[in-house]
């Protein structure tokens, strides 16, 4: 009897062990493959020159940097939004209707494919309002598919602030909204750091949603107004492995810009994660 | 610097006769009912709180201390359904009053919760909370300090009042919660069970700490601890099952309780 369940128990265990392993190593291959493909051909010319002799050689200048306007745009346009909606959703709404109805359009929202909110993006903002193909479009429709994000973790992560806090900041005679700003939010802001970081990696690799909003097929010059196109990273890969004019030749600038582009989201996880630790430690220590 | 002095006599001797004015009647309710939703959580109580005196409540769990006690400083006013009938004056005035300031009333009333609540900041910023959330920004260096002091703490945490409060012991902790309490300058503290989550030690540290405390607060504490309550509080009102069964002079309740039910209470029959 016992001796059986023990036997189930290592199944069981080795079974996940099993999982895990090839999971990691899979993620892991992943990364080297990118990597050893990608390494030789980066240099500082690479990230500072632009697209050379139809695409298949130079460097990928203004992909990095139309990828990096995006990012900061569309957080402009999702963080303050989203957040706000996140601490109404959990400190003001009250449990009726209208919240389960929010919950239910943000849950959906957030399974929607990306492709339906570049159409969405090009008929509203390209079309509708009359945006055009421009940084302001490709922001606003990056903005609209990272809100839900945003809202859920900002509202789950003041949901595990206890309510110790709260009735002992109101008991001070601190108002409700003072005692959000200078408690709650606080305390919650590494969790919601954590949405954030998601948040940004999604617009990083987003192809779709920028689509018909923004992205430029070749565009060496840098934007000067948010109503010009840009080039951005995921698109450019997306081009010139599979529509550029010579995709054979294109293969090792295509390595290197995928590296580029694995890279940049590796680094602002680093970066973010390295943020919401040190918002830890002030808070704990 | 003399004629400062004199000003902080005169400033003394006014106090003292305010004091004297208002050593009555701190707190008064009459005919207090409370409901949460349909059920009649107080019923009936009348008492009369004075000025600079420790009131203990006691009774068992779930007989209405803290209810009463979240009455005084409208923590009540959050519960959905919440309701109270009756009056309950401070310093004379109606705290249900359409036109009062809630926030104003908290931060003359001020509150320590059973658990240690201090807030994931800096010692010194927990002290400094209610004094910036109040809008009393000059001198904050001063009025924490002093508070700290007064809460008995100041020696044990001087040295990193850039910590987090979260690191200190229990016991400071709930001294901690006593300085931002105090910080503001409420006329009243309320207590609940402050010292039923620390160890002996903390505990009687706290306590030491209320009887101090007496001389410029008024402060009513709840407590199950039949020796506490007999240590510093002036008055005790015994509570049971919503009723205020007995309040009086905390000897005479104690000695020769005029109910059946309180002599049970405090000879640990029930509860
Ligand atoms: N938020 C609440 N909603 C409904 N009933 C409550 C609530 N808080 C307390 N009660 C009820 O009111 C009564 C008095 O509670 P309480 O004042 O907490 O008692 P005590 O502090 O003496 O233990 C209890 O029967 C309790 O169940
Ligand atoms: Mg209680």
Not at chain 2, 105 to 121: H, Y
Not at chain 2, 177 to 202: F, N, V, Y
Not at chain 2, 205 to 225: P, S, Y
Request: aromatic share 10%.
């Amino acid at each position: 009897m016992s001796q059986s369940k023990q036997q189930k128990q290592t199944i069981v265990f080795t079974t996940f062990m099993v999982i895990t392993v090839l999971v990691s190593a899979i993620s892991i291959g992943v990364f080297f493959y990118i990597f050893f493909n990608g390494i030789s051909v980066l240099s500082w010319g690479f990230f500072t020159g632009v697209p050379e002799n139809g695409m298949t050689e130079g460097g990928i200048f203004p992909a990095i940097m139309g990828t990096l306007i995006l990012i900061v745009g569309s957080g402009l346009v999702a963080f303050p939004m989203g957040i706000l909606a996140g601490i109404f959703m959990n400190e003001y709404a009250h449990q009726n209707w209208f919240k389960k109805f929010v919950r239910l359009m943000t849950n959906n929202l957030a399974g929607i494919p990306s492709i339906v909110f570049g159409l969405f993006g090009m008929a509203f903002f390209v079309n509708g309002l009359g945006f055009g193909v421009s940084i302001l479009s490709g922001c606003l429709t990056l903005g609209v598919l990272i809100l839900p994000i945003i809202i859920r973790t900002t509202e789950e992560s003041l949901k595990f602030i206890p309510d110790d806090y709260r009735l002992a900041s109101y008991a001070l005679g601190a108002s409700k909204w003072q005692t959000i700003w200078r408690v709650i939010l606080p305390a919650a802001l590494p969790n919601i750091v954590t949405g954030v970081i998601l948040a940004i990696g999604r617009v990083a690799g987003e192809t779709a949603a920028i689509l018909f909003t923004v992205a430029a097929y070749f565009l060496p010059k840098m934007p000067t107004s948010i109503y010009d196109e840009t080039m951005a990273l995921p698109y450019h890969l997306y081009v010139i492995s599979t529509s550029g004019t010579d995709i054979e030749k294109a293969r090792p600038y295509a390595d290197g810009t995928a590296l580029t582009l694995l890279m940049l989201v590796f680094g602002l996880n680093l970066l973010a994660n390295w943020y919401r630790k040190r918002l830890n430690k002030k808070i704990k220590v | 610097m003399s004629s400062q002095n004199s000003l902080s006599d005169q400033n003394l001797s006014l106090d003292e006769t305010a004091k004297n004015m208002t050593s009555e009647a701190k707190i008064i309710t009459r005919n207090l009912d409370f409901f949460y939703g349909d059920f009649q959580a107080l019923k009936n109580i009348n008492t009369q709180i004075d000025a600079h005196t420790v009131t203990a409540l006691i009774g068992p769990s779930g007989c209405g201390k803290s209810t009463y006690l979240r009455v005084l400083n409208r923590m009540n006013d959050l519960i959905e359904g919440a309701k109270v009938k009756g009056e309950v004056l401070i310093d004379g005035q109606n705290i249900y009053d359409k036109k009062l300031d809630i926030n104003e009333l908290r931060k003359n009333v001020g509150m320590v919760f059973q658990k240690p609540t201090p807030f994931p900041k800096s010692i010194f910023e927990n002290v400094a909370y209610g004094l910036r959330v109040n809008g009393m920004t000059e001198n904050i260096k001063e009025r924490v300090e002093k508070s700290l002091q007064q809460a008995a703490l100041w020696n044990e945490v001087k040295d990193h009042l850039k910590k987090s409060a979260l690191g200190l012991s229990g016991g400071q902790q709930q001294r901690l919660c006593i300085a931002r309490t105090i910080a503001i300058q409420p006329d009243i503290i309320l207590m609940d069970e402050p010292t039923s989550a620390l160890d002996p030690i903390s505990a009687s540290q706290i306590e030491d700490l209320i009887m101090e405390l007496k001389e410029r607060f008024t402060i009513i504490i709840v407590t199950h601890n039949m020796q506490q309550a007999r240590r510093v509080s002036d008055k005790t009102a015994f509570f049971y099952l919503g009723d205020l069964e007995e309040y009086d002079e905390t000897p005479k309740i104690f000695e020769s309780p005029a109910s059946e039910k309180t002599q049970n209470y405090i000879r640990g029959k029930f509860g």
